[in-house]
């Protein structure tokens, strides 16, 4: 298509240049003819009865004939041509006229304009002189012009209105755009609400509860309502209200799992309020959460394998399980037969499949890195993590908790 317009529009500045070279030609030779005639006339007129006197009377009547004759043909010839010249120069100036508003004849085809337009449009003074232009080239040609220069109008005529019968338009090939139903309009303003970084990113929570009688049946909105709950929790401030958010977050993000088993995002959102509600729990409980917590996190990053955030919280697991006690061991191995296993070098790589897939990702991305190379006794590269983590600016409540956690690692290292 854009391959077509270009040789449209090359092919009419071409026309442009040759139509205005053309009329200069057109100018002078008609400047010429007029001349010729001019001239012709004041010989006949004057120079041509001198001649005349210097003959015989007889002579005189035969030639004055002759001459009266003569002239009254050449002077018909030129007439006709004349008049030729003529309407070729109107022909010329509505060609030049007409050719500047061909390129928006195109572009309003391209726009898919109406029917009636575009019919109005191919109506245009351009295509009546193109069709002038075509029997005069036949004209022409029968006179003796070269066919030569009479096959070319014709070609590019025919090059031309192909071209623009086979020209569709960019909107024809689109498909219809469909309008936005309420379900997508909804989880579109929960996915914004979720990326502010202030207070507002917990009204998500009521922008979805409003319509759960709606959608209740629906994974993609559930797993969202349970991110949701995930965000209220982090911005309560009473230690039951954060409790309940994560209830409700865990017990939602296991109804979407269960309606879609391949949501990626239903199963992330399951082990992150899984995470959060073990803060509240007995050690049993905690325990089992955490197990809940790999378990579904090993499968989000199975559907989905290079979202960051699935990385950098199985990082955070490995971390913590890495840091239990003997003591937590033994107790999570009388409840659940086995105790969960995990190294620092295992926290290590998740972190680092972070940095990997989202560089600079996070500031606590970076902190988690500085602690494992201290555990690992890699000082150097933790003193790097930690210049890279306070390189980061401060724009969430995530960064001024890291921001803390990295000024009193900081003063350990």
């Known amino acids: 298509m854009f391959l077509l317009l270009f040789c449209f529009q090359k092919r009419f500045r071409?026309?442009?240049?040759?139509?205005?070279?053309?009329?200069?030609?057109?100018?002078?030779?008609?400047?010429?003819?007029?001349?010729?005639?001019?001239?012709?006339?004041?010989?006949?007129?004057?120079?041509?009865?001198?001649?005349?006197?210097?003959?015989?009377?007889?002579d005189h009547t035969?030639?004055?004939?002759?001459?009266?004759?003569?002239?009254?043909?050449?002077?018909?010839?030129?007439?006709?041509?004349?008049?030729?010249?003529?309407?070729?120069?109107?022909?010329?100036?509505?060609?030049?006229?007409?050719?500047?508003?061909?390129?928006?004849?195109?572009?309003?085809?391209?726009?898919?304009?109406?029917?009636?337009?575009?019919?109005?449009?191919?109506?245009?003074t351009l295509h009546r002189t193109l069709t002038r232009r075509k029997k005069a080239s036949a004209s022409a040609t029968s006179e003796g012009q070269s066919s030569e220069e009479a096959e070319s109008e014709g070609g590019y005529i025919t090059a031309l209105t192909d071209s623009e019968e086979e020209e569709e338009s960019d909107d024809d090939r689109k498909p219809p755009q469909e309008p936005v139903d309420e379900l997508t309009a909804l989880l579109q303003k929960a996915d914004r609400l979720h990326s502010c970084n202030g207070a507002e990113k917990a009204q998500g929570l009521n922008a979805l509860l409003e319509r759960k009688a709606e959608f209740d049946q629906k994974c993609q909105y559930l797993w969202r309502l349970s991110r949701?709950?995930?965000?209220?929790?982090?911005?309560?401030?009473?230690?039951?209200?954060?409790?309940?958010?994560?209830?409700?977050?865990?017990?939602?993000?296991?109804?979407?799992?269960?309606?879609?088993?391949?949501?990626?995002?239903?199963?992330?959102?399951?082990?992150?309020?899984?995470?959060?509600?073990?803060?509240?729990?007995?050690?049993?409980?905690?325990?089992k959460n955490g197990y809940l917590f790999k378990d579904h996190l090993d499968k989000a990053i199975e559907l989905k394998p290079e979202d960051p955030l699935s990385y950098y919280l199985l990082g955070r697991w490995c971390y913590a399980v890495s840091q239990c006690t003997w003591i937590e061991r033994k107790v999570a191995a009388t409840l659940f037969g086995e105790p969960p296993s995990a190294t620092v070098q295992d926290a290590l790589q998740n972190f680092l499949k972070v940095e990997e897939i989202s560089p600079k990702y996070s500031k606590f991305n970076y902190v988690f890195l500085a602690k494992c190379y201290k555990d690992l006794g890699h000082r150097r590269q933790a003193q790097q993590?930690?210049?890279?983590?306070?390189?980061?600016?401060?724009?969430?409540?995530?960064?001024?908790?890291?921001?803390?956690?990295?000024?009193?690692?900081v003063s350990s290292l």
């Open 14 to 58: 071409m026309a442009q240049a040759d139509s205005r070279a053309l009329a200069l030609g057109v100018l002078a030779g008609a400047a010429g003819i007029s001349l010729a005639i001019v001239c012709f006339r004041k010989i006949g007129a004057g120079g041509g009865g001198r001649v005349l006197h210097l003959r015989s009377n007889a």
């Open 62 to 124: 035969a030639g004055s004939l002759g001459l009266q004759t003569g002239q009254a043909e050449v002077l018909d010839r030129l007439g006709a041509l004349i008049h030729c010249v003529s309407e070729l120069k109107e022909e010329v100036k509505a060609l030049k006229d007409a050719l500047p508003h061909l390129q928006d004849n195109v572009r309003d085809q391209l726009r898919g304009r109406s029917g009636d337009d575009i019919t109005t449009r191919k109506a245009s």
């Open 228 to 287: 949701a709950y995930a965000d209220a929790h982090d911005f309560a401030v009473d230690l039951a209200e954060k409790k309940s958010c994560a209830e409700n977050g865990k017990k939602v993000g296991e109804e979407a799992i269960s309606i879609n088993p391949q949501c990626a995002e239903g199963h992330q959102w399951y082990a992150i309020l899984c995470g959060l509600l073990s803060e509240y729990e007995s050690i049993q409980n905690k325990i």
């Open 385 to 409: 993590m930690c210049d890279a983590a306070s390189a980061m600016n401060i724009q969430t409540k995530e960064d001024e908790e890291a921001q803390k956690e990295l000024d009193s690692f």
